[in-house]
């Protein structure tokens, strides 16, 4: 009788514990369809609100409106851009498309983050990431040369620098995922620059099918490897260099409104002027010896010393690297250039605005 007891108690608990979690589902569910019911007007209202701040930005620009109207407006219709996009309304408004990339390397799945603190945190991760692998990107090449001249008698063993180009497609591969990834959240990144990591996986995957020759005559064998180690050395200085700048460039921008907290810097915008001085004549001399690398290697295969495809393709995408950065290079100053001038005049009007104002006499 007691074992019956208790077997009718369990089975009791049992019971009211399942009627419990029926309650809760229901519960929930009413919750979520209300709250999708809810989420379907704001995202009408958010719509609506970005179409009219679409159709007012092109009528300003068609508009023929003074320059210091035209800045004032301009202004103002950033920040609500920037209020729009950096908020939790950025989450109901269309995102962009995943893109291949993703959808080969994911399949259709949805990377889309909705809260704002988790994208940001996708941010802050991502930039640490850049801080990580730039130290490595000037270590590893670093250490190759040094045992290369003290261990390896001036010859490079096949084993390390294979697993150096096996680290590389690993690193530019991480990149582009992480960057097609912010780009759907949100982030302003340049297409440019994963299309560059596209060509620096195609590369590295190439060099991995590269024969590294020795002896006799390594030297002369492994004279563009050793220029692409050295290449790789300054790369990583520049990336250092850049991390540093763009960060700090991008906290300004995000004080003046002119950025949202998801952006990953790259236009037009305050700076620190003096490490912009060091910045820009290393990464054009970097993007020149980049091309001159790519080159060599073509030069290298013309001739006949070493006719591997994989040196033709290797080449062809260093020098396709090289122009492409030194074109966004350029269009990067240039824009920068056009807002210091926008800014200057900007600042003349006010003071000319001061000086004639009845206060000032």
Same mark, same amino acid.
């Given at each position: 009788?007691?074992?019956? =007891?208790?077997?009718?108690?369990?089975?009791?608990?049992?019971?009211?514990?399942?009627?419990?979690?029926?309650?809760?589902?229901?519960?929930?569910?009413?919750?979520?369809?209300?709250?999708?019911?809810?989420?379907?007007?704001?995202?009408?209202?958010?719509?609506?609100?970005?179409?009219?701040?679409?159709?007012?930005?092109?009528?300003?620009?068609?508009?023929?409106?003074?320059?210091?109207?035209?800045?004032?407006?301009?202004?103002?219709?950033?920040?609500?851009?920037?209020?729009?996009?950096?908020?939790?309304?950025?989450?109901?408004?269309?995102?962009?498309?995943?893109?291949?990339?993703?959808?080969?390397?994911?399949?259709?799945?949805?990377?889309?983050?909705?809260?704002?603190?988790?994208?940001?945190?996708?941010?802050?991760?991502?930039?640490?990431?850049?801080?990580?692998?730039?130290?490595?990107?000037?270590?590893?090449?670093?250490?190759?040369?040094?045992?290369?001249?003290?261990?390896?008698? =001036?010859? !490079?063993?096949?084993?390390?620098?294979?697993?150096?180009?096996?680290?590389?497609?690993?690193?530019?591969?991480?990149?582009?995922?992480?960057?097609?990834?912010?780009?759907?959240?949100?982030?302003? &990144?340049?297409?440019?620059? &994963?299309?560059?990591?596209?060509?620096?996986?195609?590369?590295?995957?190439?060099?991995?099918?590269?024969?590294? /020759?020795?002896?006799?005559?390594?030297?002369?064998?492994?004279?563009?490897?050793?220029?692409?180690?050295?290449?790789?050395?300054?790369?990583?200085?520049?990336?250092?260099?850049?991390?540093?700048?763009?960060?700090?460039?991008?906290?300004?921008? &995000?004080?003046?409104?002119?950025?949202?907290?998801?952006?990953?810097?790259?236009?037009?915008?305050?700076?620190?002027? =003096?490490?912009?001085? %060091?910045?820009?004549? &290393?990464?054009?001399?970097?993007?020149?010896?980049?091309?001159?690398?790519?080159?060599?290697? !073509?030069?290298?295969?013309?001739?006949?010393?070493?006719?591997?495809?994989?040196?033709?393709?290797?080449?062809?995408?260093? %020098? %396709?690297?090289?122009?492409?950065?030194?074109?966004?290079?350029?269009?990067?100053?240039?824009?920068?250039?056009?807002? /210091?001038?926008?800014?200057?005049?900007?600042?003349?009007?006010?003071?000319?605005?001061?000086?004639?104002?009845?206060?000032?006499?």
């Amino acid at each position: 009788m007691a074992g019956t =007891g208790t077997e009718r108690d369990l089975f009791a608990e049992a019971a009211r514990l399942g009627e419990l979690a029926r309650e809760i589902q229901d519960s929930i569910s009413s919750l979520i369809s209300s709250t999708w019911n809810e989420e379907q007007v704001l995202r009408q209202r958010a719509l609506a609100l970005d179409s009219d701040l679409r159709k007012l930005q092109s009528a300003a620009q068609k508009a023929a409106l003074d320059p210091t109207t035209a800045d004032k407006l301009n202004e103002e219709l950033c920040r609500t851009r920037c209020l729009l996009s950096d908020g939790d309304v950025e989450s109901l408004l269309p995102n962009k498309g995943h893109g291949r990339f993703l959808k080969m390397l994911l399949g259709p799945v949805n990377v889309r983050a909705m809260r704002k603190e988790v994208q940001l945190k996708m941010k802050d991760e991502y930039n640490s990431y850049r801080d990580r692998t730039a130290i490595l990107f000037l270590l590893f090449p670093s250490i190759l040369l040094i045992l290369r001249s003290w261990i390896w008698n =001036g010859c !490079l063993p096949a084993l390390p620098v294979q697993l150096y180009q096996a680290w590389l497609l690993f690193l530019y591969t991480s990149l582009a995922l992480r960057e097609n990834i912010l780009r759907v959240n949100g982030s302003d &990144i340049r297409p440019w620059w &994963i299309y560059h990591h596209y060509c620096a996986m195609a590369m590295a995957l190439v060099s991995l099918t590269w024969e590294i /020759k020795g002896q006799p005559d390594c030297a002369y064998k492994q004279r563009g490897i050793v220029l692409f180690l050295v290449w790789a050395i300054m790369q990583g200085v520049a990336m250092l260099l850049q991390n540093r700048y763009q960060r700090q460039r991008l906290y300004t921008r &995000i004080a003046l409104g002119k950025a949202k907290r998801m952006d990953v810097v790259w236009g037009e915008g305050a700076g620190v002027k =003096g490490q912009l001085w %060091v910045l820009c004549p &290393i990464l054009f001399i970097l993007q020149g010896f980049e091309a001159y690398v790519g080159m060599l290697l !073509l030069r290298t295969a013309l001739v006949g010393a070493v006719s591997a495809w994989q040196v033709i393709v290797c080449g062809i995408l260093l %020098v %396709v690297m090289a122009a492409g950065n030194f074109v966004n290079t350029v269009q990067t100053l240039i824009a920068k250039s056009k807002f /210091k001038a926008k800014m200057m005049r900007s600042k003349s009007k006010q003071d000319m605005d001061q000086l004639l104002s009845p206060d000032s006499r």
